[in-house]
């Protein structure tokens, strides 16, 4: 009886008694919840246009995220670093078409699976080789100074966080949407032989794929590694990826957001409710076994085909 | 007389055309002058709607009336216009009628033969064509009826290769036209100064019943008059929207979307295609609305077949709504008291359901609806009035430029034509139950058929209408029946078979009924049963069955039919008139009519005679005392092949009432 | 339909089939032969396409006739032979670069985006038509918004030549098969190409849907005076739409003529119009 009632009752007892707590719990998951979506977008441009779950997006994070900071430690200032990191990213774009992906055209998904895995490491170890392998800080001048509201405490960098990422959806969705090139990416996803008979040259179109999953990967690395710093467990939020991608629908846009939000509110929220009775930790799998009973429910995701056509 | 009208007459005098409107080409230089910045005509084109103003629609018309007259058009002329609903067609019309001309429409679906009935028969020297399609039937018509001088095309993609003389380009004729204009400057205008009222402003061609199509003439006078009228009577405004898209050729078409654009100022817009009118009337959201009951099923169809498709919250949603609307719509509609619980709740379903589908269907901003051509049924009329759209009934005929009776505001019954319109009599024949009417509107003959327009406009210049009818105590029409298909029961009193007919055909449960009466001493009928309706209805509540010819006979299927019986007896018993048709016995046949047996007409009319003998046994037994009729029928397997089926039917009784006599007396007191 | 083209074409004294006459080769294929494996799909096959005709290509199931169109628009490289097109001799190239030289294609089987709209299908089309550069787009800023609205314009057009204004907004992949196949033309025509490959565009549809087709088919070589090469099974429209006709069998070539010509061959008749068709 006891041990249901700490289950089933005591939780909401404490979120209804003390809600400007459980506030504060919800929008730090939401925050969470940001930086999480902000990874799952690289894999859901990729998997759109490819239909390739690249498991090297956490790597690609942390790639993005050294290759900044190792700018920064050399003197150049971030407005300078950034725009040089984009095109490291887009080079690499360019060279992981040239040297595995044209090879690899009409292959089975799993071996361009197996080729991204490869990958990771490769990134991993790449930048482990150029830029060393201390944790190292980021500071790019975002603000973060905590304030108040409505008895809240926030942060600005979470807010911060958080608009950068609703400004990345929008253009994102535009640029898929309105432009020649998000159709022809677009036309890749869909048929490959059909793109390439309109004269959409497949090549292209994986160079700007994987430049656009690099410079998300980017932003990601730059609010993760301003949050927590620039380590090598970044390359491990691509798991916590997975269960938001299972959530959202792997090729949806707005998938991938809104599954990132919940996972991040519904792991924060059991970590501090539910966490003591079960003894804590619940943040590192809550969000698989969320994931996994969508997985029986909506096993196409949140944002199922429908919602894509529209997206 | 209308402000438009009003504010022309003053201005008439500074213009060249004359001193008075009596002409569309005076009212368009008139509109022209008034409003030329205005839109006059809308296209959707090459997915942009296009827009004329009625200055350069003025323009446009010049140039091509002129580009007629350069081609040898003289006064009298009559030129066809062959095509949907298309801006350039619309200005033939009037450039026609600028330089004498007599513009004869033509529906653009007719096959060759029919198509040359009407150009032979009225002798065009000219004809305009909306594209290639229509160029070869011209062509091929051409060879018969040399008559044609000259074919115009609107649209050239495929006559890239037909090198004909006598076949021009639009563009090229109005060009022609500017050049003739330039060297002759004073003819358009004089030209339309020569029209007046009383002269021939169109032939519009009827199918009739009988025989070969008629060339109704009309004249100015008849279709400004009667499109002043309808304007006067809804209040319509420079400002309305209407989606010109029913025929040309028909008179409905003309008169909304021609006669009344050129008197109100309104702007006409033509679909993109005949395939895309449901979205084109959805971008357009039209306040001025016409359709004949076949379009407006149509789109009932399409919603509720979606509603079953859509999720369970919002099919109840859909459900809950519409009952709401069915209760109190209607009555809010027409002023009447409604209770505030309901008020609020059709308030909350107008956000959440009526406002999302009226826009779906593109009719969010209609004022005035009108349906005409058949009887519609009661429930499909009651749906769009309970949604909050103003649809009413129109009863009309190209013989009366349109308007015999029309509902009016706040008095509408789904099951009258409403009264009389602005201007119109009625009488009723006594003999034959024929409905008569005169009015500004009748139209001044048959072309070429002096005996026709004899038959038809009789003394006193009432014009026959074909319909048999009966007018309420209180002024409304009823229309019961073609009137020659009209009998007597044997005491005398009317009998009007396809109106009892349809009243049961307007059941979901009846898809067929043929009733019987004339010469005999009540009504009895038989009764089809649909199939897919029962079916469901069957299944769902547990009654077996194998067969069309089972189900047709089990007894709850006869209990659910004599209430649909009972209900149009009890409606009968309120008409004095119709009491008598109360239908007293029926039964439900054991196959459906079907017009591979010849019981049925291929547009699924019944065929009388047929039944009459297939049936003659059935009928009898209808008449006599026993409860079952015995039948042995041939019928047609699908491969062609014959069979025989023999069968005892059973034969019910339904319940009659007493006439309603004291309501209808109280109000004629 | 078509039935009513020809009787038009009959009285307006329009010249009949038999009076078109080509001289200028556009693309001729010389001694080509294309094997998967060992296995030969194409062996020794020479045949020419002149500018402006219709030309189909026909021959039982088997006979190499679309891994031909697969050669033609590069899907393919032939071990052996070569190209000319537009008067010169082609590398090896891919099917999109292909495509920039001006040919365009459609699939038996319908290769559409089945995801977008009709409309997005369409301007697919336009892509190698667009100036701008990538980056330009990207950006869908001023000169790029500017012609993005002149390809609309372009497209318009083609929607309206195809008769497909009602269904500009839907889905593809919601659409019927015969309407399908008639956006796959749309998105072909988009391209504005030389050089039109039709792969049995009407397979799978009914009467109705192929005389329409067959009227389309013709009206854009008409209109457009766009070469076309087809494969089609159905003879019939074979014989009425196509000037030559080219018959190939277990991926040799068997026979190359007027329609009427190789009607009356005896080889095809063995080979192939002896056997019943569907």
Not at chain 2, 183 to 207: R, V
Request: proline share 4%; aromatic share 10%; hydrophobic share 45%.
């Amino acid at each position: 009886m006891d041990a249901l009632y700490h289950v089933l009752i005591s939780p909401f007892v404490d979120m209804a008694t003390q809600p400007v707590f459980f506030a504060e719990v919800v929008i730090g998951g939401l925050m969470a919840g940001v930086m999480y979506a902000l990874v799952a977008l690289g894999f859901a441009v990729i998997f759109k246009a490819s239909g390739v779950v690249n498991f090297a997006q956490g790597a690609m994070v942390l790639f993005a995220a050294l290759t900044l900071v190792g700018f920064m430690e050399h003197g150049l200032p971030s407005w300078a670093a950034i725009p040089m990191t984009i095109v490291v990213m887009i080079a690499l774009a360019y060279a992981i078409e040239r040297v595995i992906l044209r090879h690899l055209v009409n292959q089975p998904h799993i071996v361009l699976f197996m080729t991204t895995i490869g990958l990771a490491f490769v990134f991993e170890g790449l930048g482990e080789l150029i830029w060393g392998s201390n944790v190292k800080a980021l500071d790019i001048g975002i603000p973060d100074q905590p304030f108040f509201v409505g008895g809240m405490l926030l942060n600005q960098f979470e807010i911060f966080a958080a608009v950068t990422a609703a400004i990345l959806v929008t253009l994102l969705v535009i640029f898929l949407q309105k432009t020649a090139i998000g159709r022809a990416l677009r036309a890749v996803a869909d048929d490959h032989q059909a793109a390439q008979s309109v004269g959409i040259p497949l090549q292209t179109i994986w160079v700007v794929v994987w430049s656009v999953a690099g410079f998300i990967a980017l932003v990601a690395g730059v609010m993760w590694g301003a949050q927590s710093g620039v380590q090598f467990s970044l390359s491990l939020i691509a798991f916590k990826a997975l269960p938001v991608l299972i959530l959202g629908g792997f090729n949806s846009i707005p998938g991938a957001i809104v599954g990132g939000l919940i996972i991040g509110v519904g792991e924060k929220v059991a970590e501090i409710y539910w966490g003591p009775i079960i003894g804590g930790a619940i943040e590192n799998w809550f969000a698989y076994v969320l994931a996994m009973v969508f997985l029986m429910f909506r096993p196409q995701g949140l944002f199922g085909e429908k919602i894509i056509e529209r997206v | 007389m209308t402000q438009a009208a009003n504010e022309g007459s003053r201005q008439g005098d500074e213009g060249a055309a004359g001193d008075t409107l009596d002409t569309f080409p005076k009212l368009l230089l008139h509109q022209a002058r008034t409003r030329p910045t205005r839109p006059a005509v809308r296209e959707k084109d090459y997915g942009i709607w296009q827009a004329w103003t009625w200055a350069e629609q003025a323009d446009e018309i010049r140039a091509l009336a002129c580009g007629l007259a350069a081609l040898g058009m003289k006064r009298g002329d009559r030129i066809a216009i062959v095509g949907d609903n298309r801006p350039r067609l619309y200005w033939t019309m009037t450039a026609a009628q600028a330089i004498g001309g007599v513009p004869v429409p033509v529906y653009q679906d007719s096959v060759t033969d029919e198509m040359a009935f009407v150009l032979e028969h009225a002798e065009v020297r000219f004809a305009v064509c909306e594209d290639q399609e229509q160029v070869d039937k011209l062509l091929e018509i051409r060879e018969r009826h040399p008559g044609i001088e000259a074919v115009i095309f609107d649209d050239a993609r495929g006559l890239r290769h037909y090198k004909m003389d006598w076949l021009h380009d639009f563009e090229s004729v109005q060009e022609n036209g500017r050049a003739f204009d330039r060297e002759n400057p004073d003819f358009y205008e004089a030209e339309i100064a020569k029209a007046h009222g009383d002269d021939t402003a169109i032939m519009l061609y009827t199918s009739g019943t009988t025989g070969n199509p008629k060339g109704v003439v009309l004249t100015f006078d008849n279709l400004i008059k009667s499109a002043e009228a309808g304007i006067e009577f809804e209040g319509l405004r420079e400002d309305e929207e209407v989606l010109a898209y029913l025929p040309m050729a028909w008179v409905g078409d003309h008169l909304f979307s021609f006669a009344q654009s050129y008197v109100a100022g309104f702007c006409v817009s033509c679909p993109e295609s005949a395939s895309t009118v449901l979205q084109d009337l959805r971008e357009l959201g039209p306040t001025y609305f016409f359709a004949p009951p076949r379009i407006f099923e149509n789109i009932l169809t399409t919603v509720m077949v979606r509603m079953e498709d859509a999720g369970a919250l919002k099919r109840r949603m859909f459900h809950f709504f519409m009952n709401v609307a069915r209760r109190s719509g209607t009555r809010i509609l027409d002023g009447k008291p409604v209770s505030t619980m309901d008020r609020i709740l059709y308030a909350i379903g107008k956000v959440l359901v009526y406002g999302p589908l009226k826009n779906t269907l593109g009719f969010s901003n209609v004022r005035v609806g009108y349906t005409a051509g058949e009887a519609i049924g009661p429930d499909i009329f009651e749906f769009y009035r309970a949604l909050g759209i103003n649809l009413k009934q129109l009863y009309g005929s190209t013989e009366a430029s349109v308007f015999i009776t029309i509902q009016p505001n706040g008095d509408i019954r789904s099951d009258s034509v409403g009264r009389a319109a602005p201007g119109v009599e009625l009488k009723i024949d006594e003999d034959t139950g024929e409905v008569l009417f005169r009015g500004p509107g009748v139209f001044r003959e048959y072309y070429k058929s002096p005996k026709d327009t004899q038959d038809t406009k009789t003394e006193g210049g009432w014009v026959r209408t074909g319909d048999a009818g009966v007018i309420t105590e209180d002024g409304h029409l009823k229309i019961i029946d073609r009137a020659k298909d009209v009998g007597h029961l044997d005491d005398g009193s009317l009998f009007a078979p396809k109106f009892l007919e349809n009243k049961l055909k307007f059941f979901p449960f009846i898809k067929e009924a043929v009733a019987f009466g004339h010469k005999r001493p009540h009504v009895s009928a038989f009764v089809n049963i649909d199939l897919e309706a029962v079916g469901s209805w069957a299944e769902r509540n547990g009654i077996p069955y194998g067969s069309y010819r089972e189900l047709a006979a089990r007894p709850e299927v006869y209990e659910v039919i004599k209430g649909n019986v009972e209900q149009v007896n009890r409606d009968l018993a309120a008409d004095p008139r119709l009491c008598k048709s109360q239908i007293h016995r029926f039964l439900i046949l054991h196959k459906e009519l079907d017009a591979d047996d010849g019981e049925l007409t291929r547009t699924r009319k019944v065929r009388r005679p047929v039944v009459a003998e297939r049936y003659g046994e059935l009928i009898d037994a209808l008449y006599g005392d026993g409860e079952t009729g015995h039948i042995e029928t041939e019928f047609t397997y699908e491969d062609g092949s014959k069979g025989h089926i023999q069968a005892d039917l059973r034969i019910e009784r339904a319940e009659t009432f007493a006439a309603e006599a004291a309501p209808d007396l109280k109000m004629a007191s | 339909m078509s039935e009513a083209y020809a009787d038009a074409a009959v009285s307006a004294g329009a010249p009949q089939a038999p009076a078109r006459v080509f001289t200028e080769t556009l693309l001729s294929v010389d001694d080509i032969s294309l094997s998967f494996g060992g296995v030969k799909a194409i062996s020794n096959v020479s045949f020419d396409i002149k500018q402006g005709e219709i030309r189909a290509i026909i021959g039982p199931n088997g006979a190499g006739k679309t891994s031909m169109l697969n050669v033609i628009n590069g899907f393919y490289h032939p071990q052996q032979g070569r190209i000319t097109y537009r008067g010169k001799v082609r590398k090896k190239m891919r099917p999109n670069e292909a495509a920039k030289t001006g040919i365009a294609r459609t699939f038996q089987n319908v290769a559409l985006f089945k995801g977008m709209s009709t409309l997005d299908n369409i301007m697919t089309g336009r892509l190698l038509k667009m100036k701008r550069n990538f980056f330009w787009q990207a950006l869908y800023w001023g000169p790029a918004k500017a012609e993005e609205l002149q390809h609309r314009e372009y497209v318009e057009h083609i929607i309206d030549f195809l008769e497909i204004q009602s269904i500009r907004r839907t889905p593809v992949g919601r659409l019927p098969y015969g309407l399908q196949k008639r956006v796959e033309l749309a998105r072909a025509l988009a391209m504005e190409p030389h050089l039109l490959l039709l792969d049995e565009p009407m397979a799978g549809m009914n009467v109705e849907e192929k005389e329409d087709m067959s009227r389309f088919i013709l009206d854009v070589n008409d209109e457009f005076g766009t070469t076309i090469a087809l494969i089609e099974h159905d003879i019939g429209v074979v014989m009425d739409l196509s000037d030559r006709v080219v018959v190939l069998d277990y991926g040799r070539k068997l026979a190359d003529g007027t329609p009427d010509e190789v009607s009356r061959d005896q080889k095809v008749i063995d080979a192939y119009l002896g056997v019943p068709h569907e």
